[in-house]
């Protein structure tokens, strides 16, 4: 025979297996704390991931820009030009799609009133430095646009050569 004390011993190891509502709710809550952390970290990577491709790509477009006006005999060209950038994305036909950064605000870049959409600017100097004993010329190439996550960025390269 059972007595009285194994019956209550045995309820209550039936009961004590479930989990109480009190338990769970404080499990989900802090499964809720830990999947919200872990969105936010995402769509952060995501963002700084996007903001690494523009970076690269408006450096790439300078570079080649710089090289194009070192490499050219010397002109007078100081101004705007537009810069497009490829966008990682392709059409059906296969070929790589292009987009036109879009320019900083004025208070961050020197935009040209003319040119209104143009995010690079050449800056051509002579004799930078005020020696005037050699003909020095200094080729300075500015990217600066609005980034997709809202800011502004901005790329600089400069580049010297001595005139022949």
């Known amino acids: ?7 209550a011993a045995r309820g209550r190891r039936g009961r004590r297996t479930a989990f ?12 809720s704390i830990l999947f919200a952390g872990l969105i936010g970290a995402i769509l952060t990577s995501a963002s700084h991931a996007t903001a690494v491709r523009e970076h690269q790509a408006a450096s790439q ?7 194009q006006e070192m490499t050219s005999e010397y002109s007078a060209f100081t101004g705007s030009f537009p ?3 490829t966008t990682g ?8 799609l292009r987009a036109q950064l879009t320019p900083a605000p004025s208070a ?3 935009q040209d009133a003319a040119n209104p959409t143009n995010a690079g600017h050449v800056t051509r100097t ?3 430095d005020g020696n005037t004993g050699t003909d020095l010329m200094e080729v ?8 997709a996550a809202g800011g502004n960025a901005r790329v600089d390269v400069v580049s010297r050569r001595i005139n022949q």
């Open 126 to 128: 002579l004799n930078p």
């Open 108 to 110: 961050f870049f020197p």
């Open 61 to 67: 477009a300078a570079l080649a820009r710089l090289d």
């Open 1 to 7: 025979m059972h007595g009285h004390g194994d019956h």
């Open 83 to 85: 810069v497009f950038v």
């Open 140 to 147: 300075r190439v500015t990217i600066a646009w609005r980034s």
């Open 20 to 31: 109480s509502l009190v338990e769970v709710t404080v499990a989900l809550g802090v499964l």
């Open 89 to 96: 994305r392709t059409n059906a036909a296969g070929t790589a």
